[in-house]
């Protein structure tokens, strides 16, 4: 008899995101659980024999197959839930054929757990309750930081909708505080730090630019501080400090290039498109310094990946990320909307000794070992789907 868990991890699309496909391949590869993956296929994947497909291509005909494959499963062997669901679709006005391609497949493998990764799509997924399935969210960065402050209809929502939630699963302390404001409830609240592969850990190898190379990572967006990053770049050149600031993400924004032609940076400043994962790992690991001029976080992945591959942080106190950096223990931290000091930590990080480069990155490494390594993450996810 088999009595592993069902677990759903559900982003929408197949493969997700990097961090979330840590949290697939490390849950399955506990062999304590079979892991269900529902959505939209994007590019083909390897999974072990733990993981489960019920996914569709984003194509009509596929899309169709899917649906008349789903519908008879449903109608010959489970009849009175196909009626059910569709009963509360239709008094949602959600019986479209494009939401049953969706819920179909989740109502026919019914799992045990449906871990949802983006609190925007909760209303779509709160049916699954009705069938006995246990919701967990998680909780991640604008989602909760940003969004239900801009739009009220979402705040609206989550203060209509997480109280139902069964579990939450928090990427920091400070994310969980903000979700209490929606009215999640504390105790059902479970901060799981995001747990890295420590087996691509490297040995220190001292950075050999001429000039200090430091890097920013994330879509230009007012919330991640670009703006500040580059007055604090103005204030540097003023000073005669020689560097390239590379921005991953930020290729084509208008308002980022008005600013850097104005300040006259054109020859210090690089905004690029987005980058494969194995792309920016290597611009990471190439770079003196990783800016985090954010003005609100929960905790960026891209900050632990520098702590792994031995690069210095430079963040603004927003949120989480002080839940990880000490400053001048692990990293740096300067005020947020502060350009001056942002200014003044690169011009100390440009006087330091190798020794103490060497003492900040090895204790940065020390960090991640120690609250970010990859089982900590799965055990605590596991503790969670148990405890449910």
């Not at 006005?93 to 989740?106: E, G, I, M």
């Not at 739009?151 to 302390?173: E, G, R, T």
């Not at 609100?296 to 839940?323: Q, R």
Request: net charge positive; charged share 25%.
């Amino acid at each position: 008899m088999n009595n592993k868990l069902k677990i759903a991890i559900y982003s929408g699309v197949i493969p997700s995101s990097t961090f979330i496909e840590r949290l697939i391949i490390g849950l399955a590869s506990s062999n304590t659980c079979e892991i269900y993956l529902f959505g939209a296929i994007q590019n083909e994947s390897n999974y072990d024999s733990n993981v489960k497909f019920a996914g569709y291509k984003n194509i009509k005909w596929h899309k169709t197959i899917h649906l008349i494959k789903y519908s008879a499963f449903l109608f010959f062997f489970r009849r009175k839930d196909k009626k059910k669901l569709d009963s509360i679709l239709k008094s949602q006005k959600r019986n479209t054929l494009l939401d049953k391609v969706k819920f179909y497949p989740v109502l026919w493998h019914k799992p045990d757990i449906f871990h949802l990764q983006w609190a925007k799509g909760l209303k779509d997924w709160i049916w699954v309750q009705e069938f006995g399935i246990k919701v967990v969210l998680s909780l991640r960065g604008t989602q909760i930081n940003l969004s239900p402050i801009a739009n009220k209809s979402l705040a609206d929502m989550y203060k209509a909708n997480f109280p139902k939630v069964d579990a939450f699963h928090a990427v920091s302390k400070a994310i969980a505080l903000e979700a209490e404001k929606y009215v999640a409830q504390k105790e059902k609240i479970k901060v799981v730090y995001s747990g890295l592969n420590l087996e691509s850990i490297k040995h220190v190898v001292e950075k050999e630019n001429s000039i200090l190379k430091m890097l920013s990572i994330g879509r230009p967006h007012w919330i991640k501080g670009y703006t500040y990053a580059l007055d604090a770049c103005k204030i540097l050149k003023d000073k005669g400090c020689k560097f390239e600031y590379t921005i991953i993400g930020a290729a084509g924004n208008i308002e980022l290039a008005y600013q850097i032609k104005d300040l006259n940076l054109q020859s210090e400043i690089v905004l690029l498109h987005r980058k494969p994962f194995d792309t920016v790992q290597k611009l990471i690991e190439d770079s003196n310094l990783l800016v985090l001029p954010s003005l609100k976080e929960g905790i960026a992945n891209v900050v632990l990946e520098a702590m792994l591959l031995h690069t210095l942080v430079l963040t603004t106190d927003c949120g989480g990320i002080t839940e990880v950096i000490v400053d001048n223990h692990n990293g740096f931290v300067a005020p947020i909307r502060d350009s001056e000091k942002l200014a003044e930590k690169i011009m100390e990080i440009t006087k330091m000794p190798s020794s103490d480069v060497i003492r900040i990155t090895q204790n940065a490494l020390k960090t991640v070992k120690a609250q970010h390594n990859e089982q900590q993450m799965i055990t605590g996810m596991l503790k969670l789907y148990q405890n449910l």
